[in-house]
Every structure is written in C-alpha cells, then in structure tokens.
C-alpha cells in the first residue's frame, strides 16, 4: 500500500508499506548488483549508512550464483542477511547494455553470455520465475531499455512489445505468488514506461499500462544518452498519467542533482550506481561539492572529508589517510569512500523528506543546487 502523505507542487512525500518492512519517500536504492555493494560493503554496513532498498540484478544473479541456488538458500533476503525491502530489476536494462550479445523477439531475448558465452534465453515468464526464486519485495516487469538517440518507427514497435511483455508479466507473478512453494507470496510488480524521447509514444504507453492497476510504476530508458533537459521534459510529460495513488520510479538516475530536479517533478524512487562507482574512484560527494580525494593537496590535509557529515568515514578518518590509502592501492580505500557516498545520498534522501514535511523543499533544493553539484 502506497500512502501519499502529503504534496509541495508535483513534489510528493509518501510512505510505502511492504511485506519486508515500510519505505519512506522519497527513496534511494543502493545498488547490490550481484547481492553485494562493489567496495566491501555487506548488508549490516547498508543498515549504519541510512539505506531503506537494496536493489538487485535478476540477470546477473541468474548466471551467478543462480536464482535457484539463492532459492534453496531460502531467498535473496537470507542468502545476504538483509531483513529490508528488495528490488530486483528484471535483466531489461542488459537488452540495452549487452546489445552487441542479444537478439529480441516477440518471445523474448536470447543473451550470449558476458561471462562464458552461453546462450541464455530471458521473456517475461523467464524473468518473473528468477525473480520469484529471489524472493525479492518487489520484480521489475522484463521490458526493453531503448538507447537514446533511437529511430521513431523502432522505438513504437518496442514499446507496443514491451506492454504485450508486461500483461505476460503480470499473469505470471499472479501464477507464481498463487503457488505453495513460492518463498514470498506477496512479491510486488512494476511496471516500466519506455518510449526514448518521443513524449506521445512515452504519454501513451503510460495510459496503456496504468490500465493495469500494478503495484508501482517506473520511467525507463533515460539517461541512456540523451540530455538532461531532454530527461526532464519526459518526466514532465508522463508524471501526469501516473497513477497518484502508485509510487513512481525513475530507473538509473542520479547525480544528487537529478534527483533533486525529478522529486520536483513528482518522482518517488531512483537507483544509480553513481555514488559507489565515483567513490570507487576517489570522487566524493560532500555539502560544498565534488572532491577528488585523489589530488595532492590533500597529502597533508588532516581534516574530515565533510564536517557536515555523520558517516563512519567523516567521523573517524582523514582526507590525508584516505588519499594514502588510494595511492597505496588498499583496499579499505574503497570501502571508506563507498560508505562515504552511500551515507551521502541516503542522508540527502532523509534532508529531503524532512524539507516536504515541513513544507519547505524548494528552499532546500535552492541550497543545494549549484553548490553539491560543483568540483571543488
């Protein structure tokens, strides 16, 4: 059950109740890919950096370990000790990325696998009994993320493909949820708008699918290679036809910008690897912008990373170590500066939260953009 707490303009504080605990909105989802934060992190390190999600990757958990493997195991939530609300995407977003290694039909996607070459075949059945073996809180409908630039005529076909995939879906979580040996017979569905950037194409399968009554809804297929005012303009464009009383996902987005720019524009949920894969790389999110922790003014600089932050890495270690740390190739460096960031977005996310319930996010979004958002 979605409860829609209360509205600033489009902008909308909910609260989200699940079979695995409740979410409030506006959320962030830390990216688990494989069942696992890239950097060291584990599902007691996402409880101390403020998450409420963890997302998962049906596709990749499908050839490694194996979705029956974690269903023997008794279900995502126990193979990785997290007691949270999981989200596994439905290996739609691989038919964009692993373009070169698939063929689509009416049927569904034949993959080669990235990891030896096998042949794998993935529809809406296929993707639904992997994510029911998962167990997860709630299965993305399988559907096709549609690189931007994309001709007009393609992207129709895909997208008329894409709603006959997501009844496919549903009858079969219906099926699955109905069965004894199902682990989580509450599993929830959304499904995904697609439609590249032709807003009549997004506008229209938004009124298609929402004829559905589905648990959620998701924008798919952005930031994918168009521009961020490009991006914006479809929101704007579908967030109308939107079921109010449904929690929204935007799918792939952000940087705290975006996220900022789309809870505007009425948007409840996003993921994006971002703030792992940066921090990864010595890029640090903090109140006054982006630090490179790398660079070399920092050798001596025995300060925290951000004295507005309350994460375990601000509160206990240096910019001088951490950078030590990265130039010494350790790699507890990754770790301090993944639990940084994570601790950094989920943070933004609870500010956010605060800011609508007191009525006063758009100030609060005036603060930040144009200062988070700058390299210092």
Known sequence: ???????????????????????ETPVFMNVGTAAAIKGALDALDLKQVGCQVELSNTYHLHLRPGDGVVRDLGGLHRFMNWDGPILTDSGGFQVFSLAKLRNIKEEGVLFASHIDGRRIFMGPEESMKIQSNLASTIAMAFDECIENPCERRYVKESVD??????????????????????????????????????????????????????DGYAIGGLAVGETTEEMYSVIEAVEPFMPKNKPRYLMGVGTPVNILEAVERGVDFFDCVMPSRNARHGHLFTSRGIVNIKNAKYERDDSRIDDECGCHTCRNFSKAYLRHLFKANEMLAMRLAVIHNLYFYNNMMREIRDALDAGCFAEYKRGKVGVIDKRI
Do not use: P
């Open 161 to 214: 493909r894409t709603a006959r995939w997501l009844r496919r879906c549903k009858a079969e979580l219906d099926r699955l949820n109905s069965l004894d040996e199902t682990i989580n017979k509450k599993q929830m569905l959304f499904g995904i708008n697609q439609g590249s950037t032709y807003e009549d194409i997004r506008v229209e399968h938004m009124k298609t699918i929402a004829e559905l009554e589905l």
């Open 1 to 23: 059950m979605f409860e829609l707490i209360k509205n600033e303009n489009r902008a909308r504080r909910g609260r989200f109740t699940t079979v695995h605990g409740v979410i």
